[in-house]
């Protein structure tokens, strides 16, 4: 009986080193292979989302299309100073401020203009004026300025009486800048 059971014993060790030996050709074989099929299953969901992106970029295509029709047809309707070049702009924007103080019966004493500057992706020309008007007039040019096109925008205002002695005149001295929009691509 002992003989039958160390028989036993020998077999159940045998098997236990196949199973062992099985399982370090899975583990030195399948493990690698299972770890390259995640590599390649993670690799083709990045392939799939790089997909959904250029799927969702072709179907806004022709919106992208429309918003820079959009954006050109702004640029032809006045919003942005025109002119070839920063210089061209500022002379033009000089020319229109002369052009409404004229109007409103005011002379420009002076004008000069302002360094270019950079705000939320657009380029600001200015020109700073100085000028003698009453209050009237001031307000009908503040006014003229905040309504035109291409759009300006006052950057600076200020306003001292023009008779410091105060004789009672309604006579103003005033210095006021304004600016205008430059397109991104710097097209007017």
Known sequence: MTEHLSKRLHQLAAAGLLLAAAGAVIAAAVLPLAGHVRGLQAEIEQSRDLLGRFWAFAANKDKVARLARQSDDA?????FL??????????????LLTKVAEAHGVRLRSARTLAATERDGLRFIGVQAELDATTKQLQHIVMAFESMRPYLFIQSLQIAPHDMHGNGGDELKARIGI??????????
């Open 82 to 95: 025109g002119g070839d070049t920063d210089a061209v702009r500022a002379a033009g924007l000089q020319a």
């Open 75 to 79: 640029m032809r309707a006045g919003i």
């Open 179 to 188: 600016a205008g929009a430059v397109a991104a691509n710097g097209k007017g």
